[in-house]
């Protein structure tokens, strides 16, 4: 039987999130800049704070919730010292991407990302193959969202993992198809709040059942020692820190889902105040909830198995656990919005992929324009159905659901970090070079994984990264330089 006083705050949650949608969608239709513009990028008007929360909404996923934390509870403060790199994300992302994106698509009039690849490089093909690993990777990290959601709902409220996935699932279908790229960085905002609430109190729980700090580390010191080293015992080698570094840290600023944000900020101004608050939030967020599965080894005493057998239960046990069952439905509302503004987010971003780099360049190649209103019918119809899609692969759930986040994240970021990098950065950087690069390092890092092949230890994201890189660098350099005039809308000294 399910408990009702824990579902209320969900429910309320949900509401608040259609109410944003609806109140986004008004305003789109006061935007005189075009459906395609306003839906896929918000008319390029998001302000600082907006800018700051819908970045770290989507980055912050429901893993980072469950799947991290998790992980932080078998292995100690090791993997907090790990998950400290994310602090880096958004300075790196709006440092590196920020300004020269958004300066560049104003200038060609972009929308997606794949917009810009594809007049930097004057490839059609290297534009359709990015739209098609954009969405290839998208739908697994959603269906990841969609099972750590529901899964999480059914543990702490008592209902189905059906209905908590057909409640969260469907309204995070219905408010990106209504409110477009806004209503999902007003929502996102929302969620991040959530989030931090959710945070402050499971932290308060758990401190509250544990006996405050010095019981809770007391504990943890009796039975777990190791855990309080910053290599746990050999369970946080050097190579681990090393790559994880990489995969959640360095290199995710070329995540797509991340880098079209730069795209739709309103000013200069508004970009550097969201990399000071965004960098100071992201700190907060993913320090304290990782730190809250290290916390949670003093009140969860037993082992695995005790919990079955997945580092997935660690968190919703926790909830359970420590808050009384109207402070568990509070609780649960932060990992449920992370797990919404993410889906939301890829959605979003799966609809521009198919809509605009595939439907509406192929009308235009063809020598027809779409309307503003068959761009709108398409455009939510398309969200719609990539929103299903992911629902019913959800519907039977995958385990481990943060390995299959950590495989997405490293497949984006191998087939975009040096084509976006070459694109901006590199003016020798050619179309066969790029090609190369998204093709031959999304292999070698897709195979490396299915296979389980590591070099000295280290996590495949090197492999994959290694030979894009390579490739970018020997095919470019093997193949015809881009003409001078092309390159000025990138390099206006070129």
């Known amino acids: 039987m399910g408990n009702a006083a824990a579902l209320i705050p969900t429910l309320v949650f949900l509401l608040f999130a259609l109410c ?55 292995i100690g403060w090791g993997w907090v010292y790990m998950a400290a790199v994310q ?39 290297l534009a359709a193959l990015s739209a098609i690993v954009i969405v290839v990777f998208f739908i697994a990290t959603m269906v990841a969202q969609f099972v750590g959601g529901a899964k999480l709902f059914e543990y702490v409220t008592g209902y189905s993992y059906v209905l908590g996935l057909c409640l969260f699932g469907g309204v995070a279908i219905l408010f990106t198809s209504i409110g477009g790229f806004r209503g999902v960085a007003i929502t996102d905002a929302l969620c991040g709040i959530a989030m931090l609430v959710g945070i402050a109190v499971l932290a308060g729980g758990i ?17 777990h020692p190791e855990m309080m080293e910053p290599l746990s015992g050999g369970n946080m080698p050097y190579g681990l820190y090393f790559t994880q570094w990489l995969l959640v840290g360095i290199f995710t600023f070329a995540l797509p889902q991340s880098v079209v944000r730069t795209l739709g900020f309103k000013d200069t101004k508004s970009l550097h105040r969201a990399m000071v608050w965004g960098t100071v939030i992201m700190g907060a967020m993913m320090i304290g909830v990782t730190s809250l599965g290290v916390l949670s080894a003093g ?61 509406m360049h192929g009308k235009e190649q063809a020598g027809n324009q779409a309307s503003d209103r068959s761009v709108a019918w398409v455009s939510r119809g398309v969200t719609m159905l990539v ?70 230890g280290l996590h495949q994201i090197t492999i994959g990264l290694t030979v894009a890189l390579l490739l970018m660098v020997v095919v470019s350099l093997a193949t015809k330089r881009p003409e001078r005039a092309k390159l000025e809308p990138f390099f206006p000294s070129a």
Do not use: H
């Not at 008007?45 to 998790?70: D, E, K, R």
């Not at 509250?208 to 010191?221: E, F, K, L, Q, R």
């Not at 239960?313 to 990992?335: E, M, R």
């Open 20 to 74: 944003a949608a609806g109140v986004s969608r008004y305003r789109a239709k006061k935007s005189a800049d075009g459906f395609a513009r306003e839906y896929f990028i918000g008319s390029r008007s998001l302000g600082a704070f907006v800018l700051a929360m819908t970045t770290i909404a989507t980055y912050g996923s429901v893993s980072s919730f469950v799947g991290g934390p998790g992980q932080a509870w078998s």
């Open 87 to 125: 602090v880096t994300t958004l300075f790196l992302l709006y440092g590196i991407m920020g300004k020269k994106m958004a300066l560049i698509s104003r200038k060609l009039g972009s929308v997606t990302v794949v917009d810009v690849i594809r007049a930097r490089y004057e490839s059609n093909a």
């Open 207 to 223: 401190l509250s059942a544990g006996g405050g700090w010095s019981g809770v580390m007391d504990t943890i010191w009796e039975n």
């Open 299 to 359: 009140v969860l005493t037993g082992d695995l198995a005790a919990y079955g057998d997945s580092v997935d239960n660690i968190i919703p046990q926790t909830i359970v656990s420590t808050l009384p069952p109207w402070l568990a439905g509070i609780a649960i509302v932060g990992p449920i919005a992370a797990s919404i503004s993410t889906v939301s987010s890829l959605l979003i971003a799966s609809a521009s992929a198919l809509v605009k780099d595939m439907w």
């Open 387 to 456: 929103g299903v899609l992911v629902f019913a692969l959800s519907v039977v759930p995958p385990s481990v659901i943060w390995r299959i986040n950590m495989f997405a994240f490293g497949g984006l970021e191998t087939a975009f970090c040096w084509v976006l990098l070459g694109a901006l950065f590199w003016k020798r950087a050619t179309k066969a070079g790029a090609l190369a690069s998204m093709i031959g390092g999304t292999a070698a890092y897709c195979t490396a994984m299915a296979t389980g092949f590591k070099v000295f």
